[in-house]
């Protein structure tokens, strides 16, 4: 599996931003793509999550009702919209995908042997 994250810059708190994760694996059936972030200084933590082929959707308190993980069959990509961005928001951000993770470990960034380059995602005031 290989990982092609892009789409961060910089935005200003209360504007929105798109992330894209294009992937490369030789099955889509049972695979999961999840964003996670890491702040400067902090622990990388779970962002948001989804099975690609159906299922649900998950995210962390932090960002739910802001953002919207999705995924664009045609193109292969994973996507993360972030509405109403707080300068908490500041991280970066990365795609990782894994398989067949039930609800409960899907948070869990030990879960996920695949993972992208990151890209840095900057929310001022």
């Known amino acids: 599996v290989q990982l092609q994250a892009s789409g961060g810059g910089s935005v200003q708190a209360g504007g929105s931003l798109r992330l894209s994760c294009a992937v490369s694996?030789?099955?889509?059936?049972?695979?999961?793509v999840a964003w996670f972030r890491q702040a400067p200084g902090k622990e990388r933590e779970f962002v948001a999550a989804?099975?690609?082929?159906?299922?649900?959707?998950f995210y962390a308190d932090s960002v739910k009702g802001r953002f919207t993980i999705s995924r664009d069959n045609a193109k292969k990509t994973g996507n993360l919209q972030m509405n109403n961005v707080k300068p908490e928001d500041t991280a970066v951000y990365y795609c990782?995908?894994?398989?067949?993770?039930?609800?409960?470990?899907?948070?869990?960034?030990?879960?996920?042997?695949?993972w992208g380059q990151g890209t840095l995602v900057t929310v001022s005031s």
């Open positions: 990782a995908t894994s398989y067949r993770l039930i609800a409960g470990l899907i948070h869990r960034k030990d879960r996920y042997p695949y």
């Open positions: 694996a030789r099955t889509f059936n049972d695979l999961i």
């Open positions: 989804l099975r690609w082929s159906g299922g649900g959707s």
